[in-house]
C-alpha cells in the first residue's frame, strides 16, 4: 500500500512565524501534491510538483512556496504564517502517468493565532 | 470555469439500503472519475476510480459513469453505519477537479 506521511497532525503556530510541512510518501510516485481543505470551500490546491526540483502554482499559492529536494519529500513552507492560512493541509502523491489517482497522507491541522 | 458538481446533502438512509451518490462534471475532456470517502477529520481515501462508460463493481460499491450525460454516480449497496462520510467526486483531465463532496449518514 500507498503510505504518505505527514509530519504533524497538529501544529498551532503563531501570526507572523515561518511554517514548515513536511511530506514524505514510500512508493517512488513522480508526482506530489498540497491542497488545503476548508469548510464549503472544498479541496483547493496549492502547488505541486512534477519531478524533484520541479514545482507548479495550484490555485491558491499565494503565501506559500514548496520544496522538492528528493523523490520522496515534498514540502510546504509558509513564510509568514496569517490567521487565514488556518486550515487541514492534505498531501498527496501519484504515480506519474496521467489520470492515476491520488493517495493522501493523514493531514496536518495548523491553528495561526 | 471547470466544474464538479454534487449534491451536499447530507443524505440519509436505513441500514442495509441502497444509497445513491450524484455527481455532475462540466469539462467534457474529463477521462478519470474518483470515489473518495473522507471521516470527519480524517484525509480522502480512495474507494472507486472509473473511466469507461458503464459501470463498474468492487464488493457493495458500483461506480456509474455516463460520458455523453458528463454523469458519474457511486451506489452502496447494504449501507452499513460505517459508511456513514463524506463522498468526494473528482474528475480530470487535465486537471483534477473535486465537488465538494456529499454527506451521508446510514442510521442503524
Known amino acids: 500500500d500507498v503510505k504518505v506521511t505527514q509530519s504533524s497532525r497538529y501544529l498551532v503556530k503563531r501570526t507572523g512565524e515561518k511554517v514548515f510541512l513536511e511530506c514524505v510518501q514510500d512508493m517512488d510516485h513522480e508526482n506530489m501534491f498540497w491542497y488545503r481543505q476548508d469548510p464549503g470551500l472544498g479541496l483547493r490546491l496549492i502547488y505541486f510538483?512534477?519531478?524533484?526540483?520541479?514545482?507548479e502554482k495550484g490555485d491558491i499559492p499565494e503565501g506559500y512556496s514548496v520544496s522538492r529536494e528528493k523523490k520522496e519529500r515534498f514540502s510546504l513552507i509558509l513564510e509568514s504564517a496569517s490567521t487565514n492560512q488556518t486550515s487541514m493541509y492534505l498531501c498527496a502523491s501519484s504515480v506519474g502517468v496521467d489520470n492515476s489517482p491520488l493517495h493522501f497522507g493523514n493531514g496536518t491541522r495548523l491553528t495561526v493565532t | 470555469q471547470k466544474e464538479v458538481e454534487q449534491n451536499s446533502g447530507p443524505l440519509s438512509v436505513p441500514e442495509g439500503a441502497i444509497a445513491s451518490l450524484n455527481c455532475t462534471y462540466s469539462d467534457r475532456g474529463s477521462q478519470s472519475f474518483f470515489w473518495y470517502r473522507q471521516y470527519s477529520g480524517k484525509s480522502p481515501e480512495l474507494i472507486m476510480f472509473?473511466?469507461?462508460?458503464g459501470d463498474k463493481e468492487d464488493g457493495r460499491f458500483t461506480a456509474q459513469l455516463n460520458k455523453a450525460s458528463q454523469y458519474v454516480s457511486l451506489l452502496i449497496r447494504d449501507s452499513q453505519p460505517s459508511d456513514s462520510a463524506t463522498y468526494l467526486c473528482a474528475a480530470q483531465g487535465g486537471k483534477l477537479i473535486f465537488g465538494q463532496g456529499t454527506e451521508l449518514s446510514v442510521k442503524p
Open positions: 510538483s512534477y519531478d524533484v526540483k520541479m514545482k
Open positions: 472509473i473511466y469507461s462508460n
